[in-house]
């Protein structure tokens, strides 16, 4: 005989998964005030990291933003982290609820798709440059960190599925054929799914490296010390809730390549 407890459980649990298969209903209409806060998550991060980079940063060491070494290769380094986190964790992420979030045509939701991955692959590259000029300016040494490795890892496979993904679905019949696409189009998903693990590991491991540099350098007198902290760790949190939105999204959907009219 079940308990109290285990009714009560079982009934908020049923009523919780009814909710989200509402939510994520792909037949149903998108919900406008859901879609708008999913948005919202998606853009947490980016913002976390500009108030961490711009703000308690530049208070707790000078270090905010410039395009030139000459005044601190610190601030060209900030533009790394905000323009990786932009790319990788908001809009990739818009990019792949394109389709599912978005009230708009199939083919129409194909072009914001590439339009956001191509902003993701420019910020992305933005930011590639601005670690290097820090490298270069700092005499410091390349790939001598986890993060690095995964980091450059991650770059190469985002820009070999964006290229893969825009000649295979973007460019006319018949080449690539429609059975190609067909053929390709779970690849590309399942593929974008893994390299939304990888960004989102890339960023949260390059956010616990500066929390590691601040931690041997920094001063915990501060009284900023402990607010860079805590805006770190949302971050890092705000980065890894992003990317579960995203796979909720995909993981264990169906769904199929469907043709341009």
Same mark, same amino acid.
């Given at each position: 005989?079940?308990?109290?407890?285990?009714?009560?459980?079982?009934?908020?649990?049923?009523?919780?998964?009814?909710v989200?298969?509402?939510?994520l209903?792909?037949?149903?209409?998108?919900?406008?005030?859901?879609?708008?806060?999913?948005?919202?998550?998606l853009i947490?991060?980016?913002?976390?990291?500009?108030?961490?980079?711009?703000?308690?940063?530049?208070?707790?060491?000078?270090?905010?933003?410039?395009?030139?070494?000459?005044?601190?290769?610190?601030?060209?380094?900030?533009?790394?982290?905000?323009?990786?986190?932009?790319?990788?964790s908001?809009?990739?992420?818009?990019?792949?609820?394109?389709?599912?979030?978005?009230?708009?045509?199939?083919?129409?939701?194909?072009?914001?798709?590439?339009?956001?991955?191509?902003?993701?692959?420019?910020?992305?590259i933005?930011?590639?440059?601005a670690?290097?000029?820090?490298?270069?300016? %700092?005499?410091? #040494?390349?790939? !001598?960190?986890?993060? *690095?490795?995964? /980091?450059?890892? +991650?770059?190469?496979l985002? &820009?070999?599925?964006?290229?893969?993904?825009?000649?295979?679905?973007?460019?006319?019949?018949?080449?690539?054929?429609?059975?190609?696409?067909?053929?390709?189009?779970?690849?590309?998903?399942?593929?974008g799914?893994?390299?939304?693990?990888?960004?989102?590991?890339?960023?949260?491991?390059?956010?616990?490296?500066?929390?590691?540099?601040?931690?041997?350098y920094?001063?915990?007198?501060? %009284?900023?010390? #402990?607010?860079? !902290?805590?805006?770190? *760790?949302?971050? /890092?949190?705000? +980065?890894?809730?992003?990317? &579960?939105?995203?796979?909720?999204?995909?993981?264990?959907?169906?769904?199929?390549?469907?043709?341009?009219?």
């Open positions: 005989r079940k308990s109290t407890t285990q009714r009560s459980f079982q009934a908020i649990k049923k009523t919780t998964m009814g989200l298969d509402r939510l209903d792909e037949k149903a209409p998108p919900n406008v005030v859901v879609t708008a806060i999913i948005f919202l998550v947490l991060p980016t913002v976390l990291i500009g108030v961490l980079c711009g703000t308690l940063l530049e208070t707790l060491s000078g270090w905010s933003f410039s395009v030139a070494t000459t005044e601190s290769q610190w601030q060209v380094f900030n533009w790394h982290p905000l323009l990786m986190t932009f790319a990788y908001t809009m990739f992420g818009c990019a792949a609820l394109s389709f599912k979030r978005l009230p708009i045509s199939h083919n129409a939701a194909k072009y914001v798709h590439f339009g956001c991955q191509s902003v993701a692959v420019l910020c992305s933005l930011a590639i440059v670690v290097h000029q820090f490298k270069i300016a %700092s005499a410091n #040494a390349e790939l !001598y960190i986890m993060h *690095a490795w995964v /980091g450059y890892v +991650t770059f190469i985002f &820009l070999l599925q964006y290229l893969l993904g825009a000649m295979s679905f973007l460019i006319p019949p018949p080449y690539p054929s429609v059975a190609w696409r067909r053929a390709f189009h779970p690849v590309h998903v399942a593929l799914c893994l390299l939304l693990v990888f960004t989102t590991t890339s960023i949260v491991s390059g956010i616990v490296d500066r929390m590691w540099i601040w931690e041997l920094g001063d915990p007198e501060q %009284s900023v010390f #402990a607010a860079a !902290y805590m805006v770190s *760790a949302a971050a /890092g949190l705000a +980065t890894m809730v992003a990317c &579960l939105t995203v796979l909720s999204h995909h993981v264990g959907k169906k769904g199929g390549y469907q043709k341009m009219h």
